[in-house]
Nanobody, 122 residues
Framework: QVQLVESGGGLVQPGGSLRLSCAAS????????LGWFRQSQGKEREFVAV????????YYANSVKGRFTISRDNTQNTIYLQMNNLKLEDTAAYYC???????????????WGQGTQVTVSS
């Protein structure tokens, strides 16, 4: 059983930055890979980034490479998504998710947070 709570969303101008946080809890939480997905209104949910349980391996969607950074703090069982040089197309609800195998497929993830909204606008 894993519980996930996202925070840090908000309104930001194009080119600006935000940092999202996801607090994970539960007996087996530290053994899961933790990832970020996002979903814009009218679009399907898409993979953004994932980090393994040790925080030693990461993988990113091509659309965010070089701009977003995922990290993991196992002392507090929290992951972060540092988002820099934000674009209008980054506007979406961002979701934290936990997986036993990781990867970028939605079906690989067993637990999901409620989401936090990121809006990029002038």
């Amino acid at each position: 059983q894993v519980q996930l709570v996202e925070s840090g969303g908000g309104l930001v101008q194009p080119g600006g930055s935000l940092r999202l946080s996801c607090a994970a809890s539960g007996v087996t939480a530290r053994s899961y890979a933790l990832g970020w997905f996002r979903q814009s209104q009218g679009k399907e949910r898409e993979f953004v980034a994932v980090v393994n349980f040790a925080g030693s391996s990461t993988y990113y969607a091509n659309s965010v490479k070089g701009r977003f950074t995922i990290s993991r703090d196992n002392t507090q069982n929290t992951i972060y998504l540092q988002m820099n040089n934000l674009k209008l197309e980054d506007t979406a609800a961002y979701y934290c998710a936990a997986s036993k195998i990781g990867g970028g497929e939605l079906r690989s993830y067993d637990y999901w947070g409620q989401g936090t909204q990121v809006t990029v606008s002038s």
